[in-house]
C-alpha cells in the first residue's frame, strides 16, 4: 500500500471553530489533492498541490485553505467550520500527472 | 473535461455473471485508469492502459481502448459480491495538474 496517511480519521467540531485536517505521505510524490464526498455528489476536488508552496483551487475551494510547507505534508484547513462542511474527506497523491493515484482512508467530518 | 465519464450510472447483477462498465472521455490521452471504491473508503487503482494499447488484463478484469472514439470499458468476469463497490475511469494526458472524476458505475453483485 502506498505510504498516505490521513489524520484525524474522525472528527465532530462545533460550527464556527477552525478545523485542520492533515495528508501525510511517505512516496515523495509531487502532487497532492483534497476532496469531499458526499451523497450524490460524487469525489468534488477542493485543492491541490504541484509542489511545495505551490496550490491552486479546485471545483469546491470556498471555506476551505491549504498550506504545503514540505513535500510530505498537505493541510486542509477550515477556517470557520459550518455544517455544510460535513463530509467524508480524502486526500490523494499521485508522481505525475499522468500516473495513477493513491488515496488515503478519508476523514469523516461532522460539524455540529 | 478533464474527467471521464461512467456509462451506465448503475448495473446490478447476479454473482458469477460478467459486468461491463464504460468509459468517454473528450481530451487526447497519455493513459486511462480505472479505479474502484468500496462504501466509505478511498478509491483504489485497479489498471492502467496506455494510448498505444488496446487491450489489458489483469486477473478477472479486461480494459480495452479505442482512442478513435474517446472510449474505454471495464469487464469484470465471474463477479463476486466482494465486487460491489463504485468504479471510475480517468483519463490523462498533457500536463493538467487536475485530479477529476466524474459520478462513476455503481456495480451491486447480488449472491
Known amino acids: 500500500d502506498a505510504g498516505i496517511t490521513q489524520s484525524p480519521r474522525h472528527k465532530v467540531t462545533e460550527t464556527g471553530t477552525p478545523v485542520t485536517l492533515r495528508c501525510h505521505q511517505t512516496?515523495?510524490?509531487?502532487?497532492m489533492y483534497w476532496y469531499r464526498q458526499d451523497p450524490g455528489h460524487g469525489l468534488r476536488l477542493i485543492h491541490y498541490?504541484?509542489?511545495?508552496?505551490?496550490?491552486d483551487k479546485g471545483e469546491v475551494s470556498d471555506g476551505y485553505s491549504v498550506s504545503r510547507s514540505k513535500t510530505e505534508d498537505f493541510l486542509l484547513t477550515l477556517e470557520s467550520a459550518t455544517s455544510s462542511q460535513t463530509s467524508v474527506y480524502f486526500c490523494a497523491i499521485r508522481a505525475t500527472a499522468n500516473t495513477e493515484a493513491f488515496f488515503g482512508q478519508g476523514t469523516r467530518l461532522t460539524v455540529v | 473535461s478533464q474527467q471521464g465519464e461512467e456509462d451506465p450510472q448503475a448495473l446490478s447483477i447476479q454473482e458469477g455473471e460478467n459486468a461491463t462498465m464504460n468509459c468517454s472521455y473528450k481530451t487526447s490521452i497519455n493513459n486511462l485508469q480505472w479505479y474502484r471504491q468500496n462504501s466509505g473508503r478511498g478509491l483504489v487503482h485497479l489498471i492502467l492502459i496506455r494510448s498505444n494499447e488496446r487491450e489489458k488484463h489483469s486477473g478477472r478484469l479486461r480494459v480495452t481502448l479505442d482512442t478513435s472514439k474517446k472510449s474505454s470499458s471495464l469487464l469484470i468476469t465471474a463477479s463476486r459480491a466482494a465486487d460491489t463497490a463504485s468504479y471510475f475511469c480517468k483519463n490523462s494526458g498533457g500536463s493538467n495538474y487536475k485530479l477529476t472524476f466524474g459520478k462513476g458505475t455503481l456495480l451491486t453483485v447480488n449472491p
Open positions: 498541490s504541484y509542489g511545495v508552496k505551490d496550490t
Open positions: 512516496e515523495n510524490h509531487r502532487y
